[in-house]
């Protein structure tokens, strides 16, 4: 799969189209870590059934996302959906719950940069199914979830 890039390497500064693994490789890697403990004594007022929303539904800047499933104090007590899973927004609009990754899986979303490369003017993708999209995800955690850590790392490509 060849993605057209705009490459500044070149005198006459013509666009060159790169294999996708070539500008992986050369991409910068943005590595997040996200830690999310409940305060004690909670909000006065606060439904207690009412989930705290963490993260508002949004997409990623970069080409991709690469994460580990998260862990928590519900799964380290072995207790059922202690993955916390995310939520996201289908292809057709509505909404739906990712399903807790294997333990010892890595997930994928594509970024909005995916989605400008893969279907701009000229690229190879163009013609086919919008197979790769921009992952609209949010995260709502459960009154008592205890502690969430989550490590990412967001692939971007190179300025050039």
């Known amino acids: 799969l060849a993605v057209p890039v705009l490459l500044n390497t070149s005198k ?3 666009p060159v189209k ?3 693994f070539e500008a992986l490789a050369e991409a ?3 590595e997040h ?8 004594g909670g909000v006065a ?3 207690a059934s009412e989930p705290l929303l963490a993260l508002d539904m949004h997409t990623d800047a970069g080409l991709l996302l690469a994460f580990a499933p998260p862990l928590s104090a519900a799964a380290a007590a072995g207790l059922p959906g202690g993955g916390l899973p995310v939520d996201v927004e289908l292809p ?4 739906g719950r ?8 890595v997930v994928f979303f594509a970024g909005d940069l995916a989605d400008v490369l ?5 690229a190879v993708a163009q013609t086919a199914p919008r197979a790769w999209r921009p992952m609209p995800h949010a995260l709502a955690l459960p009154r008592r979830f205890g502690w969430r850590a989550w490590y990412g790392m967001m692939l971007l490509l190179p300025d050039n």
């Open 118 to 122: 893969l279907h701009q003017e000229g």
């Open 98 to 105: 990712l399903a807790p990754p294997p333990k010892d899986s």
């Open 28 to 30: 910068k890697h943005l």
């Open 45 to 47: 007022g606060a439904d």
């Open 12 to 14: 006459s500064g013509r």
């Open 33 to 40: 870590l996200h830690l999310y403990e409940e305060a004690t």
């Open 18 to 20: 790169v294999p996708l």
């Open 92 to 95: 057709d609009g509505r909404f």
